[in-house]
Nanobody, 121 residues
Framework: QVQLVESGGGLVQAGGSLRLSCAASGRTFYAMGWFRQAPGKERAFVAAINWSDGSTYYADSVKGRFTISRDNAKNTVYLQMNSLKPEDTAVYYC????????????????WGKGTLVTVSS
C-alpha cells in the first residue's frame, strides 16, 4: 500500500522558517513534490524534485525562499521554507508521480493527506 505521510506543519510568524517532511512507502517514484491549497483557492504547485538526478522545480512565488531536497535512504522529501509570508498560509500536500510530469494536479498519482502551515503577520 502506497503512503505519503507529511509532517512539520505549524504556526510561525512572518519571516520565520519551517521544514516539512514527506515520508513515502509502498513503492518508488519518478519524482515527488509539494502543492498547497489556501482557503478558497485551488491547489497549486509549489516545488518538485526528480528522484534519480535531483533536478528541482519551483513555483515563481517561492523561488529563493523554499528549497526542496530528498533523502534516498529514508525515502523522504523535505521542503525547507524560509522568509515565510502570510500568503504562504495553506494546507501543504505531498505529491508523487510515477512518470515525467508537468506537475498539474490531474497528473499526480499519489497524494498525502496534507499538513497545515499558518503564517501570522
Amino acid at each position: 500500500q502506497v503512503q505519503l505521510v507529511e509532517s512539520g506543519g505549524g504556526l510561525v510568524q512572518a519571516g520565520g522558517s519551517l521544514r516539512l517532511s514527506c515520508a513515502a512507502s509502498g513503492r518508488t517514484f519518478y519524482a515527488m513534490g509539494w502543492f498547497r491549497q489556501a482557503p478558497g483557492k485551488e491547489r497549486a504547485f509549489v516545488a518538485a524534485i526528480n528522484w534519480s538526478d535531483g533536478s528541482t522545480y519551483y513555483a515563481d512565488s517561492v523561488k529563493g525562499r523554499f528549497t526542496i531536497s530528498r533523502d534516498n535512504a529514508k525515502n523522504t522529501v523535505y521542503l525547507q521554507m524560509n522568509s515565510l509570508k502570510p500568503e504562504d498560509t495553506a494546507v501543504y500536500y505531498c505529491a508523487a508521480v510515477t512518470r515525467p510530469s508537468s506537475w498539474f494536479s490531474d497528473d499526480i498519482d499519489y497524494w498525502g493527506k496534507g499538513t497545515l502551515v499558518t503564517v501570522s503577520s
